[in-house]
C-alpha cells in the first residue's frame, strides 16, 4: 500500500514508520522542518516537507504521493503544560484537528485515497457521568471545563467529518501516551513533586503504550468500518492508584495530597477534573473490530518497563 503520514516526524510517528516499512507499505513521511528530513530518510520513507495549514501545499504533496492511505498524526503538544489556559495551550492542535483535517481529507480525497486514518483523543473527552469505564457509543462531555470547550469542539469536529468523508475514514482516539518520548514531562512533574493527587483522586484514566498507538495505526490500513475507536490498553486506573505506583517506578517520593479547593486555586478547574471526575474508555471495539491487541495490557507492567522500551519482557504480557 502507499501510505501519506502527516505529522510523520512526530512521537507516533516516529514509531509507526519503521513498522510501515518494515510490512513492505511504501511511505510518503510529511514534516514542515527541511532538518528532519535525513531522519525520515533514515526510517525508510519518502520525505515530504509540507505545513499540513497550507491547503495548496498539502494538496500537491498529496497529490505527488499517490496513496492508497492517508495518516494524520499532526498535533502541536510538544510545549508546556498549561492546563488553566487548556485550550491556549491546544490552539495549534486545535487548528490541525480541524482545518488542517480538512486540508488533508479533501487532498486525500483528490487524489484517490481509499482509507483516511485521523488521531483523537480519549479520556477527558468522555461524559463525567455514570460508570467508571465509556465506550464509544456514550456520549462525549455535554459540559467540559470551560478552558477545554474549543479542544473538546475541535475533536468533536475531527470524530464528525472524518467517518463521514467520500472514503474510508477512521478516527483512533488514543488514550495517554506513555513510552520512549512520550512521558518525560510527565515523570518530569512526578519526580519534583509537583503532580499532587488532588481530593480523592477518584478521575480514571485510559493509558496507552507508544509502541500499540503504532500497531493499532497498522491495524486500522486493512480493518474496521468507517467510525471511532478508543485505542487504550485494558486497564483504567484511578489516579489514586496508578500516580503513586508510578510515582515508585521511577524512583520518585509519592505524590502529595492536597484538597480540591487548592488544587482549583493552583491549577485550575480542568486539572481538578482530570484529578478527580474524569472518566477512562474501552478498547472492546478496537479488539473486535480492527483486531488488534495491546502488547503492554496494564500500565503496571508498562511503567514498571515500558517508559524507555518498545517491546515487553517476553512472556510479561
Ligand atoms: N494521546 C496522547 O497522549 C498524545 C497524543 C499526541 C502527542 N502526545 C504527546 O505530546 C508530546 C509531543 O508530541 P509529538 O512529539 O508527537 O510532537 P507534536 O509537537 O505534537 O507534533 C506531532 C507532529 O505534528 C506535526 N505538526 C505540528 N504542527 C504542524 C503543522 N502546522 N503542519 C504539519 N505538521 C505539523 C509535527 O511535524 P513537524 O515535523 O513539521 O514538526 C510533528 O511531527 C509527546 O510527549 C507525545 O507523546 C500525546
Redesign the pocket.
Same mark, same amino acid.
Given at each position: 500500500m502507499r501510505v501519506f503520514v *502527516?505529522?510523520?516526524?512526530? %512521537?507516533?510517528?516516529?514509531r509507526l514508520l519503521p513498522e510501515l516499512v518494515a510490512q513492505g507499505h511504501q511511505v510518503t513521511a510529511? &514534516?514542515?522542518?527541511p532538518a528532519?528530513v535525513a531522519r525520515l530518510r533514515e526510517l525508510g520513507a519518502e520525505p515530504a516537507v =509540507?505545513? $499540513?495549514? /497550507?491547503a495548496m501545499a498539502v494538496g500537491e504533496a498529496v497529490a505527488r504521493a499517490e496513496p492508497d492511505a492517508v495518516v494524520h498524526?499532526? &498535533?502541536?503538544? %510538544?510545549?508546556d503544560t498549561d492546563m488553566r489556559h487548556f485550550d491556549r495551550m491546544f490552539a =495549534? &492542535?486545535n487548528?490541525?484537528r480541524t482545518r $488542517?483535517t480538512d486540508h488533508l481529507l479533501a487532498a486525500a480525497a483528490a487524489a484517490g485515497a481509499k482509507r483516511f486514518i485521523a488521531?483523537s #483523543?480519549t479520556?477527558w473527552p468522555n461524559i463525567r457521568q455514570g460508570g467508571p469505564v465509556k465506550t464509544e457509543d456514550d456520549p462525549l462531555d455535554p459540559d467540559p471545563p470551560a478552558a477545554q470547550r474549543e479542544s473538546l469542539a475541535a475533536i468533536e469536529y475531527v470524530e464528525r467529518v472524518v467517518p463521514a468523508a467520500p472514503l474510508q475514514g477512521i478516527v483512533l482516539r #488514543?488514550? %495517554?501516551? #506513555?513510552?520512549p518520548?512520550?512521558? /518525560? *514531562?510527565l515523570v518530569d512533574l512526578i519526580r519534583k513533586r509537583r503532580l499532587p493527587i488532588i481530593g480523592d483522586g477518584a478521575g480514571v484514566w485510559s493509558f496507552?503504550h507508544?509502541s500499540d498507538?503504532a500497531t493499532a495505526t497498522i491495524a486500522a490500513l486493512e480493518h474496521g468500518g468507517p467510525g471511532v475507536y478508543n485505542v487504550v490498553d485494558d486497564d483504567p486506573a484511578r489516579v489514586s492508584e496508578w500516580l503513586p505506583f508510578l510515582a515508585q517506578a521511577v524512583g520518585a517520593k509519592p505524590p502529595l495530597r492536597v484538597p480540591v479547593w487548592l488544587g482549583r486555586l493552583a491549577a485550575g478547574e480542568v486539572a481538578v477534573s482530570a484529578m478527580t471526575r474524569i472518566r477512562g474508555s474501552s478498547n472492546a471495539r478496537a479488539k473486535r473490530e480492527l483486531g488488534w491487541q495491546p502488547a503492554w495490557p496494564s500500565w503496571r507492567e508498562g511503567f514498571s518497563r515500558g517508559l524507555s522500551d518498545t517491546e515487553p519482557a517476553r512472556g510479561a504480557a
Amino acid at each position: 500500500m502507499r501510505v501519506f503520514v *502527516a505529522g510523520a516526524a512526530g %512521537a507516533i510517528g516516529q514509531r509507526l514508520l519503521p513498522e510501515l516499512v518494515a510490512q513492505g507499505h511504501q511511505v510518503t513521511a510529511a &514534516t514542515r522542518n527541511p532538518a528532519k528530513v535525513a531522519r525520515l530518510r533514515e526510517l525508510g520513507a519518502e520525505p515530504a516537507v =509540507v505545513d $499540513g495549514l /497550507d491547503a495548496m501545499a498539502v494538496g500537491e504533496a498529496v497529490a505527488r504521493a499517490e496513496p492508497d492511505a492517508v495518516v494524520h498524526q499532526m &498535533t502541536a503538544l %510538544a510545549g508546556d503544560t498549561d492546563m488553566r489556559h487548556f485550550d491556549r495551550m491546544f490552539a =495549534v &492542535t486545535n487548528r490541525l484537528r480541524t482545518r $488542517g483535517t480538512d486540508h488533508l481529507l479533501a487532498a486525500a480525497a483528490a487524489a484517490g485515497a481509499k482509507r483516511f486514518i485521523a488521531q483523537s #483523543y480519549t479520556g477527558w473527552p468522555n461524559i463525567r457521568q455514570g460508570g467508571p469505564v465509556k465506550t464509544e457509543d456514550d456520549p462525549l462531555d455535554p459540559d467540559p471545563p470551560a478552558a477545554q470547550r474549543e479542544s473538546l469542539a475541535a475533536i468533536e469536529y475531527v470524530e464528525r467529518v472524518v467517518p463521514a468523508a467520500p472514503l474510508q475514514g477512521i478516527v483512533l482516539r #488514543y488514550g %495517554a501516551f #506513555y513510552g520512549p518520548g512520550a512521558s /518525560d *514531562a510527565l515523570v518530569d512533574l512526578i519526580r519534583k513533586r509537583r503532580l499532587p493527587i488532588i481530593g480523592d483522586g477518584a478521575g480514571v484514566w485510559s493509558f496507552l503504550h507508544i509502541s500499540d498507538a503504532a500497531t493499532a495505526t497498522i491495524a486500522a490500513l486493512e480493518h474496521g468500518g468507517p467510525g471511532v475507536y478508543n485505542v487504550v490498553d485494558d486497564d483504567p486506573a484511578r489516579v489514586s492508584e496508578w500516580l503513586p505506583f508510578l510515582a515508585q517506578a521511577v524512583g520518585a517520593k509519592p505524590p502529595l495530597r492536597v484538597p480540591v479547593w487548592l488544587g482549583r486555586l493552583a491549577a485550575g478547574e480542568v486539572a481538578v477534573s482530570a484529578m478527580t471526575r474524569i472518566r477512562g474508555s474501552s478498547n472492546a471495539r478496537a479488539k473486535r473490530e480492527l483486531g488488534w491487541q495491546p502488547a503492554w495490557p496494564s500500565w503496571r507492567e508498562g511503567f514498571s518497563r515500558g517508559l524507555s522500551d518498545t517491546e515487553p519482557a517476553r512472556g510479561a504480557a
